[in-house]
């Protein structure tokens, strides 16, 4: 019997511009649950209101912020190469009024971001970064003027996320992804933001990734987790020059791990030790999951490596966010849903 593929290690997310916001090692760390300026000057007063909000919520650390203003959605970035390791995404849908989208990042140790935007020319959305790839390792880093140009572009790095239509997003890596060639080329994270801002539902989100052409560059390849507040959801896959739907509105749930969907049978898809356990669960569930029994189920699947377990309600707009599997610590957002 054929083992679903798992990932290989590879860079991630090289683009095309380096970013000038570097780490100060000499910046002092301060505690958490304060909004902290920037040491020195160095942004405008736009620039400054935008990170207004910014404030640590824990010591993981996990930041919070609210971006004011806009964005430019395709401006290059180029991002700190950090090695793959894996993430577990399921959907469970079997409570039409409540479903869940739930989310382990599973990587090397870094801060970590919770952003709400609100673009003049899109949807609002709450999404997670990893700090570390902008080049902000460490609580002392948010302090410096530097380190704060740098999350002027947060926006463009959305690991996952959900937005005011309800539609969630989420990347796994996989062992390959050859997607179609033409159209604007976009970074695999930018296609997140892209859908997040522009597209209200699973259909719409795939008329857009067929729309650009994705950029794997000195990167590990990715298939991608969709679903939204009616029920939809796919795994999108880039294989032989073409977008792939690998799995398309499984009732009442679906998933994703780190192997390739297309051309690995339903039934050996639970060969692989998460993904087996998340559908024995949601089976048994009838995917019927409230946000204890999503939260546990990430518990159940999360590796040495996690960094944070996410669960998003696509029709209350619930965030409800763990870091460094600290299940017992729980932090509540709420995003106002449309």
């Known amino acids: 019997m054929k083992k679903p593929r798992a990932a290989v290690a590879a860079p991630f997310l090289a683009l095309a511009v380096l970013l000038s916001g570097c780490a100060d090692p000499g910046a002092s760390a301060r505690s958490p ?77 870094g801060p970590a971001l919770l952003l709400f935007t609100d673009p003049p020319d899109g949807y609002a959305s709450v999404s997670v970064v990893d700090t570390s790839y902008l080049g902000l ?44 060639r033409g159209g604007t080329r976009v970074g695999s994270t930018r296609i997140q933001r892209i859908a997040l801002d ?35 959801s796919a795994v999108v896959e880039l294989v032989g020059g073409r977008n792939v739907v690998a799995e398309r509105g499984r009732q009442p749930w ?38 204890d029994g999503s939260l546990e189920l990430l518990r159940s699947v999360a590796q040495p490596h996690t960094q944070w377990s996410v669960v998003y309600g696509l029709k209350t707009g619930r965030v409800t966010l763990v870091t460094g599997q600290r299940w017992g610590k729980r932090h509540e957002f709420t995003l106002p849903m449309e």
């Not at 990170?51 to 824990?58: N, P």
């Not at 996952?160 to 990347?171: Q, R």
């Not at 192997?259 to 009838?286: C, I, Q, S, V």
């Open 254 to 291: 679906n998933g994703a791990v780190n192997f390739t969907f297309a051309g690995t049978p339903a039934a050996e898809r639970r060969n692989d030790a998460r993904y087996g356990t998340a559908a024995k669960t949601l089976d048994a569930a009838r995917g019927v999951l409230d946000t």
């Open 33 to 109: 649950g304060t909004s902290r300026p920037a040491s020195g000057g160095g942004l405008s007063a736009g620039d400054e209101a935008k990170l207004k909000s910014l404030r640590q919520v824990d010591d993981h650390p996990l930041w919070h912020l609210r971006f004011e203003g806009a964005y430019e959605r395709l401006r290059a970035v180029r991002v700190e190469r950090r090695p793959d390791f894996g993430c577990s995404l399921f959907f469970a849908n079997g409570d039409r009024n409540d479903p869940q989208f739930a989310r382990n990042f599973d990587w090397r140790h």
């Open 198 to 232: 522009k597209a209200a539902t699973v259909a719409e989100a795939l008329r857009l990734f067929d729309q650009y052409e994705l950029d794997f560059t000195d990167s590990p390849p990715l298939h991608y987790f969709l679903a939204d507040a009616t029920g939809d």
């Open 137 to 180: 390792g460490s609580a002392a880093d948010f302090t410096t003027a530097r380190g704060r140009r740098a999350l002027l572009q947060a926006p463009l790095l959305p690991f996952d996320g959900m937005n005011s239509k309800g539609l969630a997003v989420g990347f796994a890596s996989v062992d390959r992804a050859d997607g179609p």
